[in-house]
Each structure stands twice: as structure tokens, then as C-alpha cells.
């Protein structure tokens, strides 16, 4: 949820953030803050999830706290062909049901919620989070994988990743795996989903590709933004865990994953004595925590079975994933 993120990620206001050639989807989707303005419910915070669905339509996620408690409620918005987008819904928040109106002035979102005559008026500014661990340096001792300058580490089938001139690379044609195998480790990696508004955003179409740890349990990428967590969504462990939260930010902003990797173990002849365990902080945030990896591998990976060492696989999903700033610390 967008308060707890705000407590440990860097918030920066956003006005101007995204460039002065957006469209309106572009202005309207994302992370907004504001605040109630009538005194009857300012110690109440207030929160927005904006996704953008295309043709100017949008699904508005509100997160109302008080004391503590929170609420989510979900609204509609739409862009009439002369104007700025504007949002309506019927909602409940405990045993009230209330009337939200708001409207995107192209600066803030203003509105109300409305019980009969009793009206409680809000205003909302759009924000920009940044993970705590975007743009971290490699301790000395890592093995750099990405760095802007080369693809040295990298193995291509066939060879068409490239480094662009902000020094990212971008999925292209092929699967991507590391030259070097890796058993217990530290892995940092950072990576940016294309905005997609024309598909639905809980289908797999929107920015997908994949993190495969050890080249067998892939960490999902994808525009999950503002959803409900699951296992194939973004910070999900494909077929294996949900994450604890959906920490995901808006397309077109960088992410990170910070994940602590236990290979599995094996006896002398080869079987399995312990399974794989993983750690992932997504954004700064722990969504798993030392979860075991006892359903073995995620399908479409780099090998057939587990192993006490494996590459790390970036996956080729169709869809035009970034990826910057990528190192492991060997344990």
C-alpha cells in the first residue's frame, strides 16, 4: 500500500518528473498524496493508485487511514474528449456508503467524499517513489554484471541486447543468462516496465519478463501496479509464493530488486538434501521472506533441473523490459 511504501522509500513531488510530452494517461497514472480539507475528517490521511486502461479510461485505488485503520476503495475515472479526467464511484467505507466525485484540474486531483448533504472535500498531488536502493553502487568485492558500458558478462540467443545511450539495455529477441553460475549469493538489479495502458492490467501483456535466480525460480516482472498481489504478478515467485505486498510502481519508473539467494543442497551422489530459500526486497520493501523453494523450478528457465549453481536468466516475454545496474555478491 502507498503509506507504507512512503515510510521507506524517498518521496519526491513529481510535478514535471515524466517531461513535458505526456499524454494524459502518462499525467494521471501513478502515486498521489492529499489530504481532506474539511476539518471533520483532516486527521484522516488520504492515498491514490491510478492506472491508466487507455482511451482515457482509469481504475482509481483510495486508501483512507484513520488511527491506524485503513480502507481501500476502488473508482472509476474517464477523459471526456474536451477536458481533463474526472472520477466518480459509490463506495463504503464502514457502514456508510459514500458518493466520490473528483476531478484532474492538470495539476492536482480535487474531490469529495458525499453522504447525502454532508460533504467531505480532498485534494491529491501526484508523487514520484524511489526505491532506497536505486542507483547502489557494488561493494568492491561483487562481480559486476551491468554497468552501463559493456554486455561482457552476458551470453544471447541469438546476440541482440544492446546497451542504449542512458547505458540500460532492453529485452530483445532472446533470452539473456550470465557467463558466470552463481550458489549462494547476494543479487542486485534494477528495471523499468514499458507503459501499456491499451491492456488490461491483470493480464500478463503488460511489461512482462522475468528475473530467473540460478537461471530455475523466476522472480515475475510486469505492470502489476495498484493490483492485489499474486504469485505471476510483478515481485511474484512464479508458481511458488505471493508476495507479501505489491510493491510495484507505475510503468516507466525504475524498480529494484534486491534478493538474497541459499542454493539448494545435495548429498555426494547428487540428491537433494535441502531445497533453495530466497529472500526479496522489491522497491526496498520485503514482499518474501526466506521463503523455500519446494516446488523446484519455475518453468521456461535456463535448465531441466536443480543444481548447486546456475546462471541468472533474464527473460524474453515479448514485451520491452528495461534493465540497468546489476551485480552479485558471491557468499
Partial sequence: MLGRISLVCALVASLGAYGQDETEDQKVMGNWVGEFTGASWAERSLSAQISALGDGHYDAFLTVVKE???ARVHVKGDTPRDGHATFAGAVYLGWSKYRVTAGYDGTRITGAFSEGADSRAFTLERVEIKSPTLGQAPPSEAIVLMDGTDL????????????????????????????REFGDHFLHIEFRTPFKPGVAPTSQGRGN???????????????????????????GLYSHSVPLENATLPPLE???YDI???????????TKTKHARITVRHNGILIHDDVELSA?????????????????????????????NAWVLPR
Fill in 68 to 70: 491506524g485503520q485503513s
Fill in 152 to 179: 561482457d558478462e552476458w551470453q544471447r540467443w541469438p546476440l541482440k541486447w544492446t546497451l542504449q545511450d542512458d547505458g540500460a539495455t532492453e529485452v530483445s529477441g532472446s533470452n539473456l543468462a550470465t557467463v
Fill in 209 to 235: 519478463s522475468g528475473a530467473y535466480v540460478m537461471g530455475r525460480y523466476e522472480v515475475q516482472i510486469l505492470d502489476s501496479f495498484a493490483q492485489e498481489a499474486a504469485d505471476n504478478f510483478c515481485g
Fill in 254 to 256: 525504475w524498480q529494484t
Fill in 260 to 270: 538474497e539467494m541459499t542454493a539448494p543442497r545435495f548429498d555426494d551422489g547428487g
Fill in 296 to 324: 523446484g523450478l519455475t518453468p521456461y528457465g535456463a535448465y531441466d533441473e536443480e543444481g548447486p549453481v546456475g546462471r541468472l536468466m533474464l527473460q524474453e516475454h515479448g514485451s520491452s523490459v528495461q534493465f540497468r
